[in-house]
């Protein structure tokens, strides 16, 4: 329950960075969805602002809710995206994926003016890992994929990742709004993400992977009672 206040008054905060006529990235995951919410009711009370959704679900959610959509080919200004965190360190720099959804969520984030993360106190922490680092990855030769996403975490310095493919029901593989597979990579500690990033990317078969670095520029941290802004 607490939790859920912190991802709420996160949210709220981040409502300042709203301004009227933005075109806005809308992220996806639980605390976004208190985002959606709030940027609903203030569209109610006529804000005008068109959203980006960063996900099918983001999508369905912000119809149900009233907020204006538009597909990102139509668009050629992101003024801001806001969107939530699997973890978040003192650099700003994130894990994401938990929903399945970091592709097009870097996509529009990188295209965005402006990054804000919002997050609960959990999400907060002094070096990436502990959460499962998700890596998208086309469906063709997922195998050979994943035993080459193992050898760029150890060449990075990650002791002795796990990897498995994300699965739903049925034990099958979960097929994400682009058509790829995901593996969640258990790293423990990641000691150079910059590093980490670079090296899943020159990996063929890697479509993304949810280390965001030097892409987030604002990270709204909630608590009981508030909300802490950090600025980088």
Same mark, same amino acid.
């Given at each position: 329950?607490?939790?859920?206040?912190?991802?709420?008054?996160?949210?709220?905060?981040?409502?300042?960075?709203?301004?009227?006529?933005?075109?806005?990235?809308?992220?996806?995951?639980?605390?976004?969805?208190?985002?959606?919410?709030?940027?609903?009711?203030?569209?109610?009370?006529?804000?005008?602002?068109?959203?980006?959704?960063?996900?099918?679900?983001?999508?369905?959610?912000?119809?149900?809710?009233?907020?204006?959509?538009?597909?990102?080919?139509?668009?050629?200004?992101? $003024?801001?995206?806001?969107?939530?965190?699997?973890?978040?360190?003192?650099?700003?720099?994130?894990?994401?994926?938990?929903?399945?959804?970091?592709?097009?969520?870097?996509?529009?984030?990188?295209?965005?003016?402006?990054?804000?993360?919002?997050?609960?106190?959990?999400?907060?922490?002094?070096?990436?890992?502990?959460?499962?680092?998700?890596?998208?990855?086309?469906?063709?030769?997922?195998?050979?994929?994943?035993?080459?996403?193992?050898?760029?975490?150890?060449?990075?310095?990650?002791?002795?990742?796990?990897?498995?493919?994300?699965?739903?029901?049925? $034990?099958?593989?979960?097929?994400?709004?682009?058509?790829?597979?995901?593996?969640?990579?258990?790293?423990?500690?990641?000691?150079?993400?910059?590093?980490?990033?670079?090296?899943?990317?020159?990996?063929?078969?890697?479509?993304? $992977?949810?280390?965001?670095?030097?892409?987030?520029?604002?990270?709204?941290?909630?608590?009981?009672?508030?909300?802490?802004?950090?600025?980088?």
């Amino acid at each position: 329950m607490a939790n859920e206040i912190e991802k709420e008054n996160a949210a709220a905060a981040a409502m300042d960075y709203v301004e009227d006529g933005m075109t806005i990235g809308l992220g996806t995951g639980s605390t976004a969805k208190f985002f959606v919410e709030y940027l609903a009711e203030e569209i109610a009370d006529g804000l005008v602002v068109r959203g980006v959704p960063t996900s099918e679900q983001t999508r369905r959610l912000a119809d149900s809710l009233g907020v204006p959509l538009v597909d990102v080919e139509q668009v050629d200004r992101i $003024h801001l995206t806001v969107d939530g965190a699997d973890e978040v360190d003192q650099q700003a720099q994130l894990i994401k994926g938990g929903g399945a959804a970091l592709l097009r969520e870097k996509i529009i984030a990188n295209a965005s003016d402006l990054m804000v993360v919002i997050a609960d106190s959990s999400k907060s922490v002094e070096t990436l890992g502990k959460f499962p680092l998700p890596v998208e990855v086309t469906p063709f030769g997922y195998t050979i994929t994943a035993k080459k996403v193992y050898d760029a975490l150890c060449k990075a310095g990650v002791l002795k990742p796990m990897i498995k493919v994300r699965t739903g029901p049925g $034990h099958k593989p979960i097929v994400t709004d682009g058509g790829n597979f995901i593996l969640d990579c258990q790293c423990g500690i990641i000691p150079d993400a910059p590093m980490t990033a670079a090296l899943l990317s020159n990996v063929p078969g890697v479509v993304e $992977h949810g280390l965001f670095i030097d892409i987030a520029r604002t990270v709204i941290v909630g608590s009981e009672d508030g909300a802490t802004v950090f600025e980088y």
